[in-house]
């Protein structure tokens, strides 16, 4: 079904999807993944992402703001060069890359990663925090980049480089939020050369940016209540659902 802009339909799943986007923005990444498919019930997926973007930027000032003391630069320096690169890739190639295929292949990955940690956790072993090579982070800012430009999708491949490290959970939800910041700002020229922002996309975003604002201070509040150990549960947990929310996106997509 697609729906108007300006209908009730929209906005009964816009509305949602915001709050969803305000608690990944909050620091609880990945749950946002699921607001493109909610909006892309009643509009067609390209215009959902459009609508999205500037909503996500406003997001990130916020973020950005609550958590501008906690962050990690030498990881920024790795991922963000990379993003740089995805997101000029998947620009080039738009026309021929298939949404469905990303989504499924990043679904797969996510779930194995996740699974595996949650098993790690589950049989009481912790796994040691170690800091993954340099080209593997490039790697993983490409694909964040890649997908993220294909399908604001970006989280999964961040994760599994930041995960392993065990940051402390401000800094790492920090350095998610600097990143994605970066990264949506560098999508912005891309987007427009597309043609899929338009001036009734915008409106739409400038009706939504009031309730993004506030549903991103609540994911704030509730992040720095949740002791780090659970924290890292909840992300695991997280990555997974959405991993099969991604997989089940691009299986029915093919």
Same mark, same amino acid.
């Given at each position: ?196 922002? %338009? ?37 695991? %947990? ?17």
């Amino acid at each position: 079904m697609d729906a108007s802009l300006h209908s009730f339909a929209f906005y009964a799943v816009a509305l949602p999807a915001v709050f969803l986007l305000g608690l990944s923005k909050g620091g609880f990444a990945g749950i946002g993944l699921l607001s493109l498919p909610l909006i892309a019930l009643v509009i067609p997926p390209l215009q959902a992402a459009s609508v999205m973007l500037p909503i996500l930027i406003v997001q990130d000032m916020v973020g950005v703001y609550a958590y501008r003391r906690s962050w990690d630069g030498w990881n920024l320096m790795i991922l963000v060069p990379g993003a740089i690169v995805g997101i000029l890739a998947a620009y080039l190639l738009a026309a021929e890359v298939s949404e469905a295929g990303v989504e499924f292949v990043l679904g797969i990955i996510s779930v194995l990663f996740a699974a595996r940690q949650l098993f790690i956790l589950a049989g009481g072993r912790a796994a040691p925090a170690h800091r993954p090579g340099s080209l593997f982070g490039f790697l993983c800012g490409i694909g964040s980049g890649f997908t993220s430009m294909i399908a604001h999708a970006g989280a999964p491949p961040f994760q599994m480089f930041l995960i392993p490290q065990k940051l402390p959970r401000d800094v790492f939800v920090g350095t998610g939020i600097i990143f994605f910041a970066a990264v949506n700002l560098i999508k912005v020229p891309p987007f427009i050369a597309l043609g899929q922002i %338009t001036h009734e996309t915008l409106v739409a975003s400038a009706t939504l940016i009031p309730f993004a604002i506030i549903s991103t201070w609540i994911g704030i509040w509730l992040v720095r209540r949740v002791s780090a150990d659970r924290f890292y549960k909840i992300i695991y %947990t997280l990555l997974l659902l959405v991993g099969i929310q991604l997989i089940w996106n691009g299986w029915t997509g093919l």
